[in-house]
């Protein structure tokens, strides 16, 4: 029989010869199992669950920017994790997304074992193939505690990453029209 989440994280914490009958530590197995279920909701997501039909008609071909969306998600490497946000822009082409659905496809990549490079890549991707956007760009700063509580235990690094799809990669002048409006 398969052992459940809670067990598997009660032997974890037994392995470092920590008493799970102490006063701080009981229950501590279940909490973790449901924490971590939670920190990995995404992967019980999908784009059509998550976008609900919130594409709206429109006749603005202008660019679109949500910044300073908040994001925490789990490193694949190290099961520790990197805090930050992202910012989005694309450039739609008769139909919108719903401003919370943009946030809602950031969380649904971020709530699962992942990489930065690869959530700032799979949330472009996404919000193109949805909205048939002209062009998308995805830029996400995070701070990995991979990074600053073990190995090489730097406090303030901070990761960049991003995705220019379409016209953000292709003209110049979307992509800095982009930039600039990030640092207004």
């Known amino acids: ?7 598997l994280y009660a032997n974890l914490i037994s392995s470092t010869g920590e008493d ?42 202008d660019m679109v ?10 490193c694949e490497h190290h099961m520790l994790p990197f805090i930050g946000k992202a910012h989005v822009g694309y450039i739609p082409t008769g139909k919108v997304l719903g401003l919370s659905k943009v946030a809602r496809i950031i969380d649904m990549y971020a709530r699962r074992l992942q990489i930065q490079e690869q959530l700032t890549h799979q949330v ?26 073990r190995g ?16 953000f990669r292709a003209n110049l002048s979307t992509r800095s029209e982009f930039l600039a409006l990030l640092n207004n």
């Open 1 to 7: 029989m398969k052992p459940t989440p809670a067990e």
């Open 20 to 61: 799970l009958q102490r006063p701080g530590l009981q229950g501590t197995p279940a909490r973790a199992a449901t924490a971590f279920e939670y920190l990995t909701s995404g992967y019980k997501q999908s784009v059509q669950e998550v976008v609900n039909d919130a594409l709206f008609p429109s006749d603005s071909n």
């Open 65 to 74: 920017v949500v910044r300073d969306i908040e994001l925490f998600s789990l």
């Open 124 to 149: 472009a991707s996404t919000i193109a193939e949805v909205t048939g956007a002209a062009g998308v760009g995805v830029i996400i700063e995070a701070k990995h505690l991979c990074m600053m509580m």
């Open 152 to 167: 090489v235990e730097k406090q303030n690094s901070v990761m960049k990453t991003s995705a220019m799809l379409g016209s």
